[in-house]
């Protein structure tokens, strides 16, 4: 009988090592499969920050005007501004067809150009004016107290002289501007401008019509 007990009691202690033997071996399995699938999680957040470099460029580059061809779209935008008013003023005070015509003419032609340097302004991000300055304040408000022959005379007078330095400034840049699209857009107004000039030529002083041939009037 005490060997029998001897015997049990040593396989009870084999079962329980062999029991106690095979559990760690299972729980270090189970940590080794469950270790890698938390790793694929962090991969797929990387390629998130790869398109912010493309939005800066195209803001910088806008800022790319020399200062004269800056100079030249504000002081054009001015003008232009100028001619559209004083040629609205026109169309109610002017007293010969002739000038009411041609005042017209510059209401439509200026309010063109004055669009396409809206345009161009907007891609170069340039901000041109939006009203007009104290000189043109000051002959507005001077030729809204003429009327008749008086204001035909004045106005054309202005149209004159403001589209001698129009066609000056719009040659030069055509010629000497920096940025290709302000030269573009100068050398595409410059043939309307020439006929603009001569025609206030032609009303100032009917007699140098003749002398003055206009190549670009048929357009």
């Known amino acids: 009988m005490p060997n029998f007990k001897i015997l049990s009691t040593g396989l009870v202690a084999i079962a329980l090592s062999l029991a106690t033997g095979c559990t760690p071996t299972a729980q270090q399995d189970q940590n080794t499969s469950e270790t890698p699938s938390?790793?694929?999680?962090?991969?797929?957040?990387s390629p998130s920050p790869t398109p912010s470099p493309t939005v800066s460029p195209t803001a910088?580059?806008?800022n790319t005007l020399s200062s004269s061809d800056r100079q030249f779209m504000n002081e054009a935008a001015q003008g232009g501004l100028a001619e559209v008013q004083l040629g609205q003023l026109a169309s109610q005070r002017g007293a010969s067809n002739a000038v009411k015509q041609f005042a017209q003419r510059m209401v439509q032609d200026h309010t063109q150009v004055n669009n396409q340097l809206k345009q161009l302004a907007t891609q170069k991000g340039v901000t041109l004016p939006t009203s007009i300055d104290s000189t043109h304040q000051q002959v507005q408000q001077r030729l809204s107290k003429l009327s008749g022959t008086n204001f035909?005379?004045?106005?054309?007078?202005?149209?004159?002289k403001d589209h001698e330095k129009d066609v000056s400034a719009f040659q030069t840049e055509a010629q000497q501007g920096q940025d290709p699209d302000v030269k573009a857009l100068a050398a595409q107004a410059l043939p309307t401008l020439?006929?603009?000039?001569?025609?206030?030529?032609s009303i100032?002083?009917?007699g140098s019509s003749t002398s003055t041939p206009a190549p670009t009037s048929t357009p």
């Not at 938390?38 to 957040?45: I, K, L, M, R, S």
């Not at 020439?194 to 030529?201: P, S, V």
């Open 38 to 45: 938390a790793q694929p999680v962090q991969t797929t957040e």
């Open 194 to 201: 020439q006929e603009h000039l001569q025609q206030a030529r």
């Open 152 to 160: 035909d005379r004045e106005y054309m007078n202005e149209m004159l």
């Open 204 to 206: 100032v002083n009917p």
């Open 60 to 62: 910088s580059g806008q």
